[in-house]
């Protein structure tokens, strides 16, 4: 009798445990693989540092979103801004959507130019612009580009819905990719607080002296 119920446990916590691989499985089938293709950067200065800096914080940005499966497609020859190279880039890497487009720098200020496509379509792709007075000032906006961007691959058509749940802050690449990030996001703050031109220091003026009075 004791063998016959520790048989049934057995057969039933195999059974759980097959039911909970199903559930994961199906779980991370149900995520929209979305490829990540290298920025086209436009700068006459730290080109291939701005563009793998772009690349890990959206990366950071749209994996807190666990609905979503980014794919980072590192080779910077398919950095690109035509949607057909692009959609091409994005199947070879296995998304269902790829995400491409260019960095400008002018001066201080800096302008992103994001376009956003199924890889199997062959409509205008959907755009997303940001532009800062600084390179400081842009990466708070990166924040507000990655939600839009999410909210239409999950098929929102204004803000990001509620995120399914985001990878945990544990070891392992997002760790470290997430370190990588909050490093490069410090580094341009120092940068930019370090080519904030001083006021200029105005002289205190002074008056002439007045006529002195004639003695009678």
Request: charged fraction near 25%.
């Amino acid at each position: 009798m004791r063998h016959r119920s520790f048989r049934s446990c057995c057969h039933a916590s195999l059974a759980l445990a097959a039911l909970l691989l199903c559930a994961a499985g199906a779980a991370s089938a149900e995520r929209v693989p979305v490829a990540l293709l290298p920025v086209l950067v436009h700068s006459n200065e730290s080109r291939d540092y701005l563009q793998q800096g772009l690349s890990d914080m959206l990366v950071a940005r749209l994996g807190r979103d666990a609905r979503l499966a980014v794919i980072e497609v590192p080779e910077a020859a398919t950095a690109t801004t035509d949607a057909a190279a692009a959609r091409a880039a994005g199947k070879r890497a296995g998304g269902a959507w790829v995400v491409f487009g260019s960095f400008t720098r002018f001066g201080e200020g800096a302008s992103l130019d994001l376009q956003l496509a199924r890889v199997d379509g062959d409509g205008e792709p959907q755009k997303f612009f940001a532009q800062a007075a600084t390179l400081g000032a842009m990466l708070p906006m990166l924040d507000g580009v990655s939600e839009r961007i999410t909210a239409r691959v999950l098929g929102g058509a204004g803000e990001a819905p509620p995120a399914a749940g985001a990878p945990d802050g544990g070891s392992g690449e997002v760790a470290e990719l997430r370190r990588r990030v909050e490093a490069l996001e410090r580094a341009v703050d120092q940068l930019g607080a370090a080519r904030m031109p001083e006021e200029p220091k105005v002289a205190p003026t002074v008056q002439p002296p007045g006529p002195r009075p004639e003695r009678e």
